[in-house]
């Protein structure tokens, strides 16, 4: 199975989510069962299905984050030495050549994109047009409005 590349705060963040997970939301729904069973016939018992649909989605959930991290590789942008390429993990200070407007991104794995927040997944048009690039070059991306050019201002590993 191949590894998927991921940030040591977003490795953090699954790490967060499971124990939450085992330790509030397991047991919840482990009581929420007892309930409803408690209150008698189960074929007719509204309460009993929510909570054991909800035991399945959370017992798949775990799953899910458990097999995520054991299948990534968690990259440190801090230990990068990337002589100012443009990485996985790294921070690109951007300029739209059209508008003018500067953004700054920084290349994360697909868990972890949030574009309000700044971070860009690797797998994005945009990521792909920047990796291997260096400040002062200019990548173009297809964008569903057609083609723009953004130039590399600054690459940080941070």
Excluded: C, W
């Excluded at 009993?48 to 097999?67: C, L, M």
């Excluded at 951007?94 to 997944?121: R, T």
């Amino acid at each position: 199975m191949t590894k998927t590349p991921l940030t040591v705060s977003g490795a953090e963040k699954l790490r967060t989510e499971l124990h939450r997970l085992k330790t509030i939301e397991r047991p919840a729904v482990v009581a929420a069962i007892a309930e409803a069973r408690a209150h008698g016939d189960l074929s007719e018992n509204a309460e009993y299905d929510a909570a054991k649909e909800r035991q399945g989605f959370v017992e798949g959930r775990i799953r899910e984050v458990e097999s995520k991290l054991s299948n990534a590789q968690i990259i440190d942008p801090k230990l990068l030495d990337a002589d100012g390429k443009v990485v996985f993990g790294a921070t690109i200070d951007l300029e739209d050549q059209d508008s003018s407007e500067q953004v700054v991104y920084q290349i994360v794995g697909e868990d972890e994109a949030d574009i309000k927040a700044g971070k860009l997944s690797v797998a994005s048009p945009m990521a792909r047009a920047l990796i291997g690039k260096f400040a002062g070059d200019v990548a173009q991306v297809q964008a569903p409005g057609g083609m723009r050019e953004f130039e590399i201002l600054d690459v940080r590993y941070e």
